[in-house]
């Protein structure tokens, strides 16, 4: 455009009036054409740049790939939309000059389109190096039942990758790379997240957690004793969302996930009592057990239950060997006869892999999510997921809780206790 301007600006004078015209209306057309392209190409492009910021878009489009022609056409496009007044001013030598014009604008097209400006490559390598989930290949579990978090102010995310040295000991870190922790060192860490919220927000604080699906629940759930040793029992366990095109670290998955409450607090009078109790002679000594609330084992008498038990084996219900379909239909029916007053047993293995517990423990949260939908479509007419608060959301979760109970490692040690004493009341 500005070689075009340059060029017929300066052969104006001495030219007719008539031609004097054409190159103004040429000269207009022009302008007009090329500022209205590059705003509305400004507009595009700037739209699908915070688009690639806020959304990952690179999983829906790739115009290298998908748009190649577009590409190719957009640019001759606006080339030669001035050569049809162009070659009224030019007449018998037209053919010459598009074709020398053409052939530079091709040479200069395919070399800016082939010389990197910057070095990507090196640029990709840093983004990776300092990438958790590409540097340890991480690959988190999907889930059909997703809750998400609204306050990111508020979440500080915990990762669990696999050692490439050592698989039998995961690695942790703490937001990035550069913040390993130990297990033992835990609580240290979330009181030095906890201190940067302000005091008011300090209990709300979520631990959102992104564990490969193939570590073992042996440690998964002895960092969820270091949480509960820290007084820390909000956490969330961040999942791919199942039958979606998208791969599981798909950015937009990142803070969604299953919401778990660690809802027992740690004692360590509990723990005192179980070393004591566990040296007992039980052919010569009797053990009581009290009611206490520092274990539930003796409360949940007062729940319909059923136990869901998770071993490399299978899954069992109530010591009955089930399949994952007629679970899911146990499940339903159990919880929409005795809701609110029930409680599921969820005790997973500690040999299992995590993908193990994710897939049960989803499949508990599904039908809880099923049937608060149903009761939102009849009494409201929208999908529960339509409710962010109000009434109506409390009413629905009050009528159908996720009254789900994992036994902690100190109720684990009561309940063989209780075995050796020869008390299987509990079950």
Known sequence: MFSLRFVLSNSVSGQPFKTRTLIRRTLNDESFFTWSFLLWFGKVTSMLGIWYIIFPMQFDIDFLKEFPLLLILLPLTVFLSTWPKLSRIIRNDKFKW???????????????????????????????????????????????????????????????????????????????????????????????????????????????????????????????????KANFRNVQYSTGRKYSKYPSNYALFKYSGIQHYLNSRYYPEFEDFLDSAENLDFSKHAIRIPESQMYRVNALKEYNRIAIHVDKLGTTLNNRMIAKEELERVIYKFIKRYSPNFVIIYNADDNITYYRYIENLDLIYTQIDRLRNEMSLKLYEQPFDYWYWGDEMDSIKSKYPRNIVEWTQEEKRLIELMKKAGNNSYE
Not at 105 to 126: G, Q
Not at 132 to 155: C, F, M, N
Request: a positive charge; proline letters at 2%; glycine letters at 2%.
């Open 98 to 228: 598009i074709g020398i014009s053409f052939g530079l604008f091709m040479m200069m097209s395919f070399a800016f389109a082939f010389k990197n400006f910057m070095n990507t490559e090196k640029i990709n390598r840093n983004i990776l190096k300092n990438s958790i989930e590409y540097t340890y290949d991480l690959k988190v579990p999907k889930s059909q039942s997703h809750q998400w978090i609204q306050r990111k102010s508020l979440v500080t995310d915990i990762y669990l990758v696999r050692d490439t040295i050592n698989e039998l000991k995961p690695l942790i870190y703490f937001g990035d790379v550069n913040t390993q922790v130990a297990l033992n060192n835990i609580a240290h860490q979330l009181n030095i997240e906890k201190d940067k919220l302000s005091e008011i927000e300090r209990d709300q604080l979520i631990a959102n957690l992104h564990i490969d699906r193939n570590i073992s629940m042996n440690f998964i759930n002895k960092l969820k004793y270091q949480f509960r």
